[in-house]
DNA sequence: CCTCTCATGAGAATGATTCTCATTCTGATC
DNA sequence: GATCAGAATGAGAATCATTCTCATGAGAGG
């Protein structure tokens, strides 16, 4: 989907490599800046939208209104996420999605799409 | 919740009563303004949460960032919505409800909420 | 009526995201 | 390596939903 390959790309790619949760692009434009890999926030904002509508990363909108993205595995997934820590883990439901598809249809809905979000307290954030 | 009747929020209120579909803050005052029963925008937004909180509405918030409300029914259910027109029908999937908690189980995770939206284009809005 | 609060609303403030547009850079070509 | 068209960048302004501020208004009980 891009075109060039730009330093600033690059950039924002790497901090998603390094991390293995949701960030958001303000976060992402301080590591860098901080690292002094410097981008500036309207490209870290179109890199981001670039790479989500590749899907190449995933995107989710948390409660309070900020946008987050994460390099995921390939194929259809959904998400587990500790509301404290922000640790993620990949789940899949084929069932679900079954579910999903023939109550739609039932209905009569055509072209299909759906977001399923888990959110919860992980293990370690769990006290007892 | 609410501590007292006031016509403001009686008049939240009854626009939430006529519709059938998820509709936004700033419709809900346009409405309002319209019909000659105007309301501040900062209460429109007030009352909404008030009734979000209280778990008299439910809410939606789209791909374009608005929030929406509708008075549901009672119990917990998800919305199949029409992308188009807004239509919302509301589902249940006792299955589905009992897979995000075993997956989340499964992982450690605890005090485990989810959202689940499906959207699609509905029968009406269906060319062929 | 009185008064004690909670509620209201106009406008300012917030905060994430998008837009503008002059400048810089990439990639292809010569 | 030198050129160039078009893509990319970024500083700052603009947008837009939502929240906040605080002076004023109005329930509810006495
Ligand atoms: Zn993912
Ligand atoms: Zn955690
Ligand atoms: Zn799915
Ligand atoms: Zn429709």
Chains 1, 2 share one sequence.
Do not use: K
């Not at 993620?88 to 209905?107: K, L």
Request: proline letters at 2%.
């Amino acid at each position: 989907m891009n075109q060039r390959a730009t330093r600033q790309r690059r950039a924002v790619d790497a901090v998603l490599a390094e991390v293995d949760d949701f960030r958001g692009a303000q976060e992402i434009h301080d590591v860098l800046r901080r690292r002094g890999d410097s981008v500036g926030l309207s490209t870290v904002y179109r890199t981001l939208q670039a790479l989500a509508d590749s899907g190449e990363v995933d995107v989710l909108r948390g409660a309070d209104g900020e946008t987050r993205y994460r390099r995921c595995s390939q194929g259809h997934h959904h998400h587990l996420v500790c509301r404290d820590c922000g640790r993620t883990v990949e789940v899949e439901g084929p069932a679900v999605e079954r579910w999903m598809d023939s109550v739609a249809a039932r209905h009569g809905f055509h072209d299909v799409a759906h977001t399923l979000e888990v959110i919860g307290t992980c293990a370690g954030c769990h006290p007892g």
